[in-house]
């Protein structure tokens, strides 16, 4: 039997939301807890997860509508089985206008005013036009008017559709409305030259956003938020460390570089450490038995992050194969859905573009995420004397729910031990 999926509300307090981007797509099956769509409010870009399962029959509302809460927005049902009688009409692949506005449903819907809805008289007129809370939101940051924009959604209603190619088209922003507590702007005499307009063409471009760049942002401002970081810094000395490089890739038919190494000595430490080999769950802290580690690796558009699974159990040649097969297929974007879940740590590796010194954000649920700077030659004291070494910076970004400052201090010095004295990394 055919289920309705309606739109949740997924902030408290909110009456209106969009469908940013389907995770989902007709014929697709749905399991409970599968990510469903992600959702726009006023306020913040939440992802939505089924909470029915089944096979998807119908999209109701198209990607960048806005809609009222519980307004339904997808049918769920059996294979095969064709969804029922009177429903709205499925969104067309080519994201245009939601076929929901020509609906029966959809005009019933929208033909009483909304008391969240923002009511707009349309110029020289008396028609009353419906504006999202989203939409006016944005136009107003934007300082853009809406007077001459015919809405695309039920009933007329502007949408955030309408918004973008607002943009889109190039219309010149307008000044904020004044509030009668503001003065007015003082008149400029007609002997006062106007300040010129600045050059043709120089405009800025609207570049959409990318859905994996939604989804970067959506996770770590989520990260950032909600997971209290602390930062550790260490200098670690790795002139053996190079030497051993030099020695393993004069030998090896495997090429070792210096990121495999940083990789295998992360996952010593968290075996000779095993307490910060931990992640959080509102259940409880995870404590887990292998040493899997997740390695941010730059695209184009955005970064990903696969995941290598018992590291502690590779050889270096091993983990150097693996780590340059998954940043082949990331870059490719041939990557599996399990290669990029899970993991309990992650290492950032900026050394290579020249960066000294850096903090990166943690990737939930994972408890601790190192930052990796370049190897640079810098004064060092060794007994009294001094000379130069090759020092190389590491941030640890730790998650304070479950690595306490002194846990987190002893994992670095484990890291920094293996990193220092670098057979131990090979044993």
Same mark, same amino acid.
């Given at each position: 039997?055919?289920?309705?999926?309606r739109?949740?509300?997924?902030?408290?307090g909110?009456e209106?939301?969009a469908?940013?981007?389907?995770?989902?797509a007709?014929?697709?099956?749905?399991?409970v807890?599968?990510?469903f769509?992600e959702?726009?409010?006023d306020?913040a870009?939440?992802?939505?997860?089924?909470?029915?399962?089944?096979?998807v029959?119908?999209?109701?509302?198209?990607e960048?509508?806005?809609?009222?809460?519980?307004?339904?927005?997808?049918v769920?049902?059996?294979?095969?089985e064709a969804?029922p009688?009177?429903?709205?009409a499925p969104v067309?692949?080519?994201?245009?206008d939601s076929? &929901? $506005?020509?609906?029966?449903?959809a005009?019933? =819907?929208?033909?009483?005013?909304? +008391?969240? #809805?923002?009511r707009a008289? !349309?110029?020289?007129?008396?028609?009353?036009?419906?504006i999202?809370?989203?939409v006016?939101?944005?136009?107003?940051?934007r300082?853009?008017?809406?007077?001459?924009?015919?809405?695309?959604?039920?009933n007329?209603r502007?949408?955030?559709?309408?918004?973008?190619?607002?943009?889109?088209?190039g219309?010149?922003?307008? &000044? $904020?409305?004044a509030?009668?507590?503001?003065? =007015?702007t003082?008149?400029?005499? +007609?002997? #006062?030259p106007?300040?010129? !307009?600045?050059?043709?063409?120089?405009e800025?471009?609207?570049i959409?956003?990318t859905?994996m760049?939604?989804t970067?942002a959506?996770?770590l401002?989520?990260?950032k938020a909600?997971?209290?970081?602390f930062?550790?810094t260490a200098?670690?000395?790795v002139?053996r460390?190079?030497e051993?490089r030099?020695?393993l890739? &004069?030998?090896?038919?495997?090429?070792?570089?210096?990121?495999?190494?940083?990789?295998k000595?992360v996952?010593?430490?968290?075996?000779?450490?095993?307490?910060?080999?931990?992640?959080w769950?509102?259940e409880g802290v995870?404590?887990?038995?292998t040493?899997?580690v997740?390695?941010?690796v730059?695209?184009?558009?955005g970064?990903?992050?696969p995941v290598v699974?018992?590291?502690?159990g590779?050889?270096?040649s091993a983990l150097?194969?693996?780590?340059a097969?998954?940043?082949e297929?990331?870059?490719?974007?041939?990557?599996?859905?399990?290669?990029?879940e899970?993991g309990s740590?992650?290492?950032?590796?900026?050394?290579?573009?020249g960066?000294?010194?850096?903090?990166?954000?943690?990737n939930?649920p994972?408890?601790?995420?190192?930052?990796?700077?370049a190897?640079r030659?810098?004064p060092v004291?060794?007994d009294?004397?001094l000379?130069?070494?090759?020092i190389?910076?590491?941030?640890?970004?730790?998650d304070?729910?479950?690595?306490?400052?002194a846990?987190?201090?002893?994992?670095?010095?484990?890291?920094?031990a293996?990193?220092e004295h670098?057979?131990?990394i090979?044993?």
């Amino acid at each position: 039997m055919a289920t309705t999926i309606r739109m949740p509300e997924v902030l408290a307090g909110a009456e209106e939301a969009a469908i940013q981007s389907w995770s989902v797509a007709v014929g697709d099956t749905v399991t409970v807890g599968q990510p469903f769509a992600e959702i726009e409010t006023d306020k913040a870009v939440v992802e939505y997860a089924a909470e029915t399962a089944g096979t998807v029959l119908q999209l109701l509302v198209a990607e960048g509508d806005a809609v009222d809460v519980g307004t339904p927005i997808a049918v769920l049902g059996e294979p095969g089985e064709a969804a029922p009688e009177g429903r709205m009409a499925p969104v067309s692949d080519e994201g245009g206008d939601s076929a &929901a $506005a020509s609906a029966p449903m959809a005009r019933d =819907a929208a033909a009483a005013p909304k +008391p969240q #809805e923002t009511r707009a008289e !349309a110029s020289g007129s008396q028609e009353r036009r419906f504006i999202s809370p989203l939409v006016r939101r944005m136009a107003r940051e934007r300082g853009l008017s809406l007077d001459d924009v015919e809405g695309s959604g039920p009933n007329g209603r502007i949408v955030r559709r309408d918004l973008e190619e607002l943009i889109a088209a190039g219309i010149p922003e307008t &000044a $904020a409305p004044a509030t009668p507590a503001v003065p =007015a702007t003082p008149r400029v005499s +007609p002997a #006062e030259p106007a300040e010129p !307009a600045g050059p043709a063409g120089a405009e800025p471009e609207l570049i959409p956003h990318t859905r994996m760049r939604r989804t970067i942002a959506r996770r770590l401002t989520d990260s950032k938020a909600r997971v209290p970081h602390f930062y550790l810094t260490a200098d670690c000395r790795v002139d053996r460390l190079l030497e051993l490089r030099r020695e393993l890739n &004069a030998t090896g038919s495997v090429k070792v570089s210096v990121n495999d190494l940083v990789v295998k000595a992360v996952a010593g430490a968290l075996q000779d450490v095993p307490e910060a080999n931990r992640t959080w769950s509102d259940e409880g802290v995870l404590q887990h038995r292998t040493v899997d580690v997740a390695i941010a690796v730059a695209l184009d558009d955005g970064l990903v992050t696969p995941v290598v699974r018992g590291v502690e159990g590779l050889s270096v040649s091993a983990l150097g194969r693996q780590l340059a097969d998954l940043a082949e297929r990331a870059r490719s974007g041939g990557l599996r859905q399990h290669e990029i879940e899970g993991g309990s740590f992650s290492v950032s590796n900026l050394g290579m573009f020249g960066t000294q010194e850096f903090s990166a954000i943690i990737n939930p649920p994972q408890a601790g995420i190192l930052a990796v700077g370049a190897a640079r030659q810098a004064p060092v004291v060794v007994d009294g004397a001094l000379e130069v070494g090759t020092i190389m910076t590491v941030t640890l970004s730790a998650d304070h729910r479950v690595l306490d400052g002194a846990l987190a201090a002893r994992w670095l010095s484990a890291f920094v031990a293996r990193i220092e004295h670098p057979l131990t990394i090979l044993a």
